[in-house]
């Protein structure tokens, strides 16, 4: 079974809807991050937590929310999905070896 | 600031030629740890290489070598023979100032014709 899981994988939603995107790891990390990625940019860091009750900022995180549910659980909201918030979204864990391991990623289209 | 520049979009090669991917980055940190990722088409991202700051030896892992050089602040990936298997989108990342954050490069998409 996967480290990283990420559901759903696949995501088509309508222009104001919430969404939320969700990121189970079993490898006991207490480290999470979801990215975005976007054709020609790479990923970009949208939140991280550190442990259950730390939650920062990325770099790009205006019209997004996220819950640490636990510390395996990671999860992700748009609250009103808009177009451009359409790409590539990426859970990844990290233990003290600097390592990220991601998900498989969730692909969300916006309508 | 921290950045990672990869000036190669995109590459195309014929099957067995080498091909080195660029990987330029910027920090002010001087413990920082460098990454290579490969994104084939299947969407996931495979890790392929860690380096930290102080180990500037380069390393070989079959067809595959990393040149690190802090004097021109690059960590160059080199595929020797390169496959059809090889095509990808390859991400060269850095992670700096102590958060385990990544910051990733642009990615440079290789396509490997038979």
């Known amino acids: 079974d996967a480290d990283v899981t990420q559901t759903p994988r696949n995501r088509i939603t309508k222009t104001g809807k919430r969404i939320m995107l969700e990121c189970s790891q079993t490898k006991g990390h207490d480290r999470m991050y979801w990215y975005r990625q976007d054709p020609g940019l790479g990923l970009r860091l949208i939140y991280y937590s550190f442990d259950v009750k730390d939650i920062n900022k990325g770099e790009i995180s205006d019209g997004y929310s996220v819950s640490r549910q636990a510390q395996a659980k990671f999860s992700l909201s748009l609250e009103s999905a808009i177009p451009n918030q359409t790409a590539l979204y990426f859970c990844a864990t990290s233990g003290t070896a600097n390592e990220q391991f991601f998900g498989p990623g969730t692909r969300l289209t916006v309508l | 600031a921290q950045k990672v520049t990869q000036a190669q979009t995109e590459i195309s090669v014929v099957e067995k030629e080498d091909v080195t991917l660029d990987c330029v980055y910027e920090?002010?940190?001087?413990?920082?740890?460098l990454f290579w990722y490969k994104q084939p088409p299947s969407g996931e991202l495979v890790f392929l290489i860690r380096r930290n700051s102080f180990d500037e030896q380069n390393e070989i892992s079959g067809r595959y070598s990393w040149n690190f050089q802090k004097s021109t602040s690059s960590f160059n990936f080199t595929i020797t023979a390169s496959q059809v298997v090889d095509s990808a989108v390859y991400f060269c990342?850095?992670?700096?100032?102590?958060?385990?954050?990544?910051?990733f490069g642009a990615g440079t998409r290789l396509a490997v014709h038979p």
């Open positions: 990342a850095l992670n700096s100032g102590g958060y385990n954050k990544l910051i």
């Open positions: 920090t002010r940190d001087t413990t920082y740890y």
